[in-house]
Structures are given as C-alpha cells and as structure tokens.
C-alpha cells in the first residue's frame, strides 16, 4: 500500500530565509506527486503537482525516485506562506484516490 | 461557477443523533470524495465515489455511510454519532480518479460531538 511520510508537524523559518517542507514516500511502482496548501480560513486548493514541473508563488519540488521525495522548496519565505501544506500521492496505474501525508504546518516569523 | 458546495458548515450533535452532510459540485465531476481533517493525524478518506452510482470504502469508513444522489451531489450520513466522529469534514471532486485530475475542495464542515 501506498503511504505519504511529513516528517515535520510544524516548521517555523524567518522571513526570507530558505524553506523546505519534507515528503517521502513509499510505492512500489510510478506515483503521481502533488502539494496541497491550506490558508487560514480557506479550503485546501492545489499548490502544485510534479507532472506539471510548474513553480507556483515560488515553490518548486522534484520528484526524486531514487530517495523516494517530494520536497517542497522555497528560496525566500514570505510571512504569507504561512499555512498547512499537506504532501499526497496517487499511483499512476489504476484509478485510486488520493493519499494524503500528515501535513505540515509552516509558520514564517517576521 | 461556485466549485464545490458544502453545508452545513458548522454543527454540533449529541452522542446518538443522526445527521447528512451534504455536497454538490457544479464542475461536472465524475468522482467525489469525503475526508475527515483531524489534528496530527491529517487528511483520511472515509468513502468515494469514482462515477455516479459507484461508491467504495476509504481508509475510515466505519461509523458512516454515503450517497451518491446524482452526478453533483455526494451526501456523508452519520447514523449514530460518537465523539470521535468530532472533526472537520472536507468533500472533494476530481475530474476522475486517474492521473492528471487534482482534487478540488469544499470549505469544510466542522463538526462536534458531545
């Protein structure tokens, strides 16, 4: 089975430091990557998918086969960033629903 | 175009009340989904529905059952509630369950059992 590891509950970084929210996973065949983001007071939407290979406000992440990661990345936190970032996968084979990884909470300090 | 709809958004129930969430998509989504938000434990599927008139269990389906009414709408029913059923409840849709179809989230209901 399938599973999504967010080995940070909660990540705090100055602002314009670099940030960097972990995930791993583990599936044995070709998964499919996404990050969603939670701001306060708003529903989950899309922040960005691997297939796409899109930097969206800034975030980029690579898929890395080899380690199993999906390492959400920013180079200069902006204090609206903060928010929950939850890591998720879908295998590519078959039609099966998104799994979700515990989350991440980013907070950025001014 | 309002997405995904989800009512109501708060509800607090005593232990052994019933009651439906509901939801409706008007992106014309095959697949629906409702999740339950818990701290520390993060997203978990209870039930979907990858077309209208399929539905499977998800990783927490006990305690809950589904409809799925139409193409829009997915409905989640708490027969009996529990205190562990207080959580926040999120009900998604995607263009499909295969790749390349993100999920596209309601607002949420947050609901607490006493």
């Known amino acids: 089975a399938q599973r999504v590891t967010q080995p940070e509950k909660l990540l705090s970084v100055f602002k314009g430091a670099p940030v960097e929210l972990k995930c791993n996973y583990s599936?044995?065949?070709?998964?499919?990557l996404f990050w969603y983001v939670q701001y306060s007071r708003q529903r989950l939407q899309l922040l960005l998918r691997?297939?796409s290979r899109e930097s969206i406000k800034g975030f980029t992440a690579d898929l890395n086969k080899g380690e199993t990661s999906f390492h959400l990345k920013k180079p200069f936190a902006q204090e609206e960033d903060s928010a929950m970032y939850y890591c998720?996968?879908?295998?590519?084979?078959?039609?099966?629903?998104?799994?979700f990884g515990k989350g991440t909470r980013l907070s950025v300090i001014a | 175009n309002a997405g995904v709809t989800q009512t109501p958004k708060f509800q607090v129930l005593k232990t052994g009340q019933s009651m439906t969430l509901q939801c409706a998509q008007d992106?014309?989504?095959?697949?629906m989904y409702w999740y339950r938000q818990d701290p520390g434990m993060g997203l978990r599927l209870i039930y979907y529905?990858?077309?209208?008139?399929?539905?499977d269990k998800g990783e927490v389906p006990n305690g809950y059952n589904v409809s799925r009414l139409n193409k829009r709408e997915f409905s989640l029913r708490l027969e009996s509630a529990a205190p562990s059923q207080t959580s926040v409840y999120f009900c998604?849709?995607?263009?499909?369950?295969?790749?390349?179809?993100?999920?596209?989230f309601g607002n949420g209901t947050r609901l607490t059992v006493t």
């Open positions: 599936y044995s065949g070709s998964p499919e």
């Open positions: 998604a849709s995607s263009e499909w369950t295969g790749i390349n179809s993100p999920l596209h």
């Open positions: 998720a996968l879908r295998p590519y084979s078959g039609n099966t629903p998104l799994v």
């Open positions: 691997h297939i």
């Open positions: 992106m014309n989504h095959n697949s």
């Open positions: 529905s990858a077309s209208e008139g399929t539905t």
